[in-house]
C-alpha cells in the first residue's frame, strides 16, 4: 500500500515509498471456513449437545432387500409346492401291457403317493426289469400328479425243446412260458436235462446259431430249416426239409459253414453222390455219411 502524506516534503530528503506488510487500521479481515474432521465436537464451552448423524440408506440397500423379499417369497413357495397334496402322485397310466397286469406295474413301482419331484424314477425302472416279460420300460412325469409308464413286453419268437417239453422264448433267449409261437416259429431242441421257469435264459449261443441258420439257410441251400438241435458235446445239428442233417459245431462261423456245405451239396448233385448227413465242424474239410 502507498500511503502519500499531505505536507511539504523537506528539503534536501528524497520521497520514501513505505510498503506495509500488515493491514491498515480499519481495513476489514476475509471470512475464513473452518472445516473441522472430528464429526462435529462440541461448541466452545461444553454446553451443547452432540448430535449422531447416520448413513442415508442408497439405492444398493433397497435392491438388497427387494432381492431378500423375493428370495423369501420363492423359497416359501418352493416348500408348500413340495409338501403340498397338490403334487402327489395318485394316478399311474400304463401303456402297451398285453400279458402283465396294469395293478402289477403299479405296485411294483412304489410311487404311489410320492411326490412328483422326489419320485425315483429310475429304481422304480430298475424293479419294473425284473419282471421276465417286460423288455423295455419308460416312465414320464405329467404334471401335477400322473405318470405314465410305457413298456413294451418280449415277443415270442420261438421254441426251446427241453426233456420233452417245449418253452416259448424270445430272440434274446428268456423263457416266456409254454404258450406256443406262431406257427412256423424257429424250433431248438436242447439235450439238456431239468425244466425251466419264466424269465430263464437258455444257451444264447444255440439260439444266435438258430437264429442265422434259420435266415441264411433257405437262400443259399434252397430249402427250409425244420429243426435246429444243441447237443451237448457236439454242438449244433441242422436238419432241413429235404431230410438232410448237418453238424456245424459250435455257432461261430455260421455263414461259412453254410457256404461251404451249399459248394459241397453242388459238388455232390454234378458227382452224383449221395448223402443224408455232413459234418461242418472242421471248416473247409467237410465229412459226407
Known sequence: MIIRRKRRPQQGLPRMIVRRGRPTVGEKAPRMIVRRSGGGGQPPGGGGRRILRFPRPGRRWFLGLAFA???ATLGGALYWAWASPFFRINNIEVA????????VIVTSTGLLGESMFTADL??????????PLIHSVHIERHWPAKLRVVIEER?????????????TIDRDGVVLGTVAPAAGSPV??????????????????????????YERLPRQL???????????GKGVLVTTAAGETALLGDSSSIA??????????REAE???INYTSVDLRYGNRPVLQ
Open 122 to 131: 429310475a429304481t422304480a425302472q430298475k424293479v419294473l426289469y425284473q419282471q
Open 270 to 272: 454234378l458227382q452224383g
Open 69 to 71: 423379499g423375493v428370495m
Open 96 to 103: 402297451g401291457n398285453e400279458r402283465i397286469g396294469a395293478d
Open 155 to 167: 415277443k415270442a419268437w420261438g421254441i426251446w425243446e427241453q426233456s420233452g417239453v417245449r418253452y
Open 188 to 213: 431248438i431242441r436242447s439235450s439238456a436235462p431239468g425244466s425251466l421257469r419264466q424269465g430263464e435264459r437258455v444257451d444264447y449261443q444255440a439260439v444266435d446259431a438258430a437264429a442265422e441258420i
Open 222 to 232: 434252397g430249402t427250409t430249416v425244420t429243426e435246429v438241435a444243441h447237443l451237448a
Open 256 to 265: 461259412y459253414k453254410l457256404a461251404v456245405w451249399a459248394a459241397l451239396r
